[in-house]
């Protein structure tokens, strides 16, 4: 029987491990987007919500499906070329290119021009986020990360530390950071005489402390992509109305290198890998009204999105083996393989929308996300209590505003400028919370802050043809954070954007 179990775990072990290994900075890579879609809309900085006319405002206010008149066809590339720096260091760079928007818009006009004038149907794909980049980081801090976890691994037998990996893995009262700690020599068990309790002496407390040289390398990959199938019309040029509903297609991957080097030359790094992909659904429901000819007040709904997510991470580290006179050795992780649910947060936004005749429009939005509300939940559909608690007390409800303004000194030219601001996800003082028996030895995390972007474009159209660029400014700050505790790192990610739209009506 017992040799049944062994072979039965070991089959486990090499399928990969099953845990939960995800927490709420994961999650709220799904509570927000960024500007993206078609070059007219980004250019506007996104305001287009109560204009509509765009296959990209269906993503924001579905309603705007309702405006069309004729049926339109687009298609939408970008460039990205991001630099991010990282407590002032040079910047890395990250270059890439993607699909930006496809989409197809038909349209039923009533003839009578009463009524319900038109009914228009809608298949489009937008990218809602682009979550690419690489940083980078080397300087001098107080404290070391075998601190930490040396305080997470306090008041654990030594005798867990041994080289079978499936008692290590099944102990629920043991994280892999713990082991790899122990294995690299990064921790050393001592007994309280106080009480007879095991806690672990952190090799930087070993060594007398002292400055730690910290070197950082991290890198962000993945996409956030909408796919929507949309109905909206009009009545009597007053009311337009639309609703959507989505299929939304999310991939995250995490890479960390971290090492630290000590005041008597000794040194480790440990690599950390962190990937999560799942599709999820939502529904979205929007109105524009139109009380003058120069006045649009739009409004729009968007239910969470409910998604299945599959998620993978695994961790190794190098070190110097005093038992194999000091030559370098190395200790990995085996692959967690996980599944879970994940509820991203309900949104709504209002627009206003002022048109300005035959030359142009200015746009106003503000957008409402209710980020606190994100829920993780297990295999099993059971609520993640612990991890969703923490998340109440790290995240914040976020708000978005974005203005812009389209020109049109003649009827086939468009000049456009636009500029968006969005309030920090993450509360202040927000710390991560960590699983006690999950493989992800990665420990670090960031607080995102504040968001803005300046945007700007020019688009041409002759009879039914339509070509238009977009430039689009981001910026991102954050605190970075190597471990809970550690000193904060300043996070600024700049990314730039163009895009390039063809659309043609019919």
Known sequence: MNKLLLASTLLALSLGVSAQNQNFYDAAVAANSELNGTARFVSVGGAMGALGGDASTVSYNPAGIGVYRSSELTLSGNIHWTNTSMGGDAPSNYISANLANIAYIGTWLNPKEKGLITLNFGITYNRIKNMAREGRYSGIQQGSATEFIAQMTNGTDPNYFSDDLVDQFYNTDLAWRSILGYQAYLIDPITNPLNNETVYLPYYTKIGKGNVRTNLQFSEYGAHDEYGISIGGNVENIFYWGMSFNCDYLYYNKRVGQQEIFNDGNAYTMHTNYAMEGCGFAYKLGFIVRPVNWLRIGAAFHTPTWYYMEDWASASVSFKNPSKDNQTDYKDTPVSEGQFYLESPLSAMGSLGFVLGKFGFIGIDYQYTNSQNIIL??????????????????????????????????????????????????????????????????????????????????????????????????????????????????????????????????
């Open 377 to 506: 939940k297990d295999s099993h559909k059971t609520p993640q209590d612990i991890m969703n608690m923490a998340s109440n007390g790290a995240i914040a409800d976020t708000h978005a505003f974005r203005i812009g303004a389209e020109f049109k000194p003649v009827d086939a030219l468009a000049l456009r400028i636009g500029g968006g601001y969005t309030m920090p996800i993450a509360k202040e003082g927000a710390t991560r919370h960590y699983y006690n028996n999950d493989v992800r030895c990665d420990m670090d995390y960031y607080n995102s802050k504040e968001s803005y972007n300046v945007t700007a474009g020019i688009g041409y159209r002759i009879d039914r043809h339509a070509v238009d660029l977009a430039y689009v400014w981001q910026v991102n700050h954050a605190d970075f954070y190597a471990y809970q505790g550690a000193d904060p790192i300043g996070l600024r990610s700049v990314r730039n954007q163009l895009v390039l739209t063809y659309g043609i009506r019919f």
